[in-house]
């Protein structure tokens, strides 16, 4: 069984440009969820897609945005870069049962460098 | 104040030794709990999942959890220098982390 999928695993952009990233989960996960990972804030939740919808969202602008596609693969984008998105944004699937989430698989992450 | 908490340590243990790592919550309808390690520049990978209060063990690695209290706790025992990462607890229903707990284990 494949893991989590996430492309490209790495990007450098331009403070300004946007970025979108991609995530195919775990076939039959149909929760996915992404984080941004930076070395002094820790794993921070930038939101959660079920079933194409958008069930919870963190803390971060309007600049970041995601979605799901009817196959649970799902993207994140980034619009008007600045240098402190510099991060490893990694996403995770998760199994729905019942009324709560399974164990929640972790892609590879990628990395955006903003210069 | 924060949803998950953790000590940030590090925390640093000599091989062999039992290492304690902490963690409480604020929403007190948690159901689902997750402990992770992460290795310097790898994603994080599951080590145990915890739903029901007391311990749960497998292998070297026992989580606790009361829910009464709001924490879980992951205890490594005969603690080995590959243990060495940083340890993440999660609680679920919308996943969010604590800050994690870097454990170095000393040969």
């Known amino acids: 069984k494949a893991g989590v999928t996430q492309t490209p695993r790495y990007l450098i952009k331009t403070r300004g440009q946007q970025v979108t990233l991609s995530c195919s989960p775990i076939s039959g996960h149909r929760s996915v969820s992404w984080y941004q990972q930076t070395p002094g804030q820790g794993l921070q939740f930038l939101f959660e897609?079920?079933?194409?919808?958008?069930?919870n969202k963190g803390n971060f602008p309007g600049r970041f945005s995601g979605r799901q596609f009817s196959n649970s693969r799902s993207e994140m984008n980034v619009s008007t870069l600045e240098l402190g998105d510099s991060a490893l944004y990694l996403c995770a699937s998760s199994f729905y049962r019942g009324l709560m989430n399974t164990e929640a698989f972790f892609g590879q992450g990628t990395r955006l460098t903003v210069v | 104040q924060k949803e998950v908490e953790q000590n940030s340590g590090p925390l640093s243990v000599p091989e062999g030794a039992i290492a304690s790592l902490n963690c409480t919550y604020s929403d007190r309808v948690s159901q689902s709990f997750f402990w992770y390690r992460q290795y310097s520049g790898k994603s994080p990978e599951l080590i145990m999942s915890?739903?029901?209060?007391g311990d749960k063990e497998d292998g070297r690695f026992t989580a606790q959890l009361n829910k009464a209290s709001q924490y879980v706790s992951l205890l490594i025992r005969d603690s080995q220098p590959s243990d060495s990462a940083t340890y993440l607890c999660a609680v679920k229903n919308d996943m969010r982390f604590g800050a994690g707990t870097r454990l170095t284990v000393k040969p």
């Open positions: 915890i739903y029901s209060n």
């Open positions: 897609y079920f079933s194409e919808t958008q069930r």
